[in-house]
């Protein structure tokens, strides 16, 4: 692989760039940006946005028709590594996972939010992670197995203890990404109730009373 300098790279890539088809759609996308700019000041913003959000749309799906046997190489290529790193993970994509997984534990822990739910699941499962990483350590110490990964993915305990590592945080995540959508979609429905309540709420001016009290005159007596 040869060495390049940063302004080689450069020029490398603003070359590809002028010279491919990708320069057209970069021009028409800016051209409907600048478009949709001037025309939000004369028309109905929201008019103007859906249009140019379908317009800029349907330019990418034309420019993306013509390469789909490419872009299908493409998605299987990704896919494939993806099944490889969830059922063949590298020695150092699963020291990855461990150091996400304490980083999240140590967030958990000191976020005072949190409730008490939530930071023993955030606990557990980086502990249970450490565990099966132990283990794994501890077979191949004692059964004197070559630390590849051919050695690690041909032998089925391992590979037993790697996939249910792997599969408790996919799930794990998988599990806190929903928890956070859920928690968005209930605080984006509860926030117009809490404005209304809010807008019912009677607001005292104390300054304004206290002078009101002042301003009273106390009854005189008739003198006998």
């Keep these: 692989m040869p060495e390049l300098s940063i302004m080689e790279m450069l020029k490398y890539a603003l070359s ?12 028409l996308e800016l051209a409907i940006l600048l478009i949709s700019l001037v025309f939000s000041k004369l028309m109905d913003k929201k008019v103007v946005k859906i249009t140019s959000i379908t317009a800029s749309l349907l330019i990418l799906l034309f420019y993306i028709s013509n390469y789909v046997d490419t872009l299908r190489v493409f998605i299987d290529n990704v896919s494939t590594k993806l099944m490889e790193l969830i059922y063949f993970p590298t020695t150092l994509e699963f020291m990855g996972i461990m150091l996400v997984s304490f980083i999240i534990m140590l967030v958990t822990i000191l976020n005072k939010k949190n409730g008490k739910v939530i930071k023993f699941i955030n606990t557990s499962c980086p502990i249970i992670i450490s565990f099966l990483f132990l283990c794994i350590i501890e077979y191949i110490n ?23 590592a792997m599969g408790l945080f996919i799930a794990w995540i998988l599990g806190l990404i929903i928890r956070e959508i859920d928690l968005l979609i209930i605080n984006s429905v509860r926030l117009p109730k809490l404005k209304t309540d809010e807008e019912k709420l009677v607001t005292i001016n104390m300054n304004a009373l206290e002078s009101e009290v002042d301003d009273l005159e106390m009854p005189r007596l008739k003198n006998i």
Aim: proline share 3%; net charge negative; glycine share 0%.
């Design 16 to 27: 590809t760039l002028v010279e491919s088809k990708v320069f057209i759609l970069v021009v």
């Design 142 to 164: 004692k059964y004197s197995v070559d630390f590849n990964e051919f050695s690690v993915f041909s032998n089925p305990v391992l590979m037993s203890l790697y996939e249910v």
